[in-house]
């Protein structure tokens, strides 16, 4: 059974920079792209970012690019999401997933969510 555990989130003041990780397991991390996707509140959710299986490629929404970096490390299983230089509309509950892929020209990740962290953004 695949299991995503993210972790920390936290209160950050507008312009801070926060490190989120997400420990997989039940499934073999390095044979798929993986990626984070945040809801806010009110709101669907929505994707972030994404990177391929061997970490050489990179995908960012345009509202966090240049901002944000997302990473792996296949041999621990995680991936990460590096913030900086966050605003009040990145305040959500962030999650990862798995097996990422574009459908129909939107990125899409397996419907087997995790609890997601919880990232605060005050101004």
């Known amino acids: 059974q695949v299991q995503l555990v993210e972790s920390g989130g936290g209160l950050v003041q507008a312009g801070g920079s926060l490190r989120l990780s997400c420990a997989a397991s039940g499934l073999t991390v390095s044979s798929y792209a993986m990626g984070w996707f945040r809801q806010a509140p009110g709101k669907e959710r929505e994707f972030v970012a994404a990177?391929?299986?061997?970490?050489?490629?990179?995908y960012y929404s345009d509202s966090v690019e240049g901002r944000f970096t997302i990473s792996r490390d296949n041999a621990k299983d995680t991936i990460y999401l590096q913030m900086s230089s966050l605003k009040p509309d990145d305040q959500a509950v962030y999650y990862c997933s798995w097996n990422v892929r574009t459908v129909f020209g939107e990125f899409v990740g397996e419907d087997n969510w995790g609890k997601g962290t919880l990232v605060t953004v005050s101004s």
């Open positions: 990177v391929s299986w061997n970490g050489d490629n990179t």
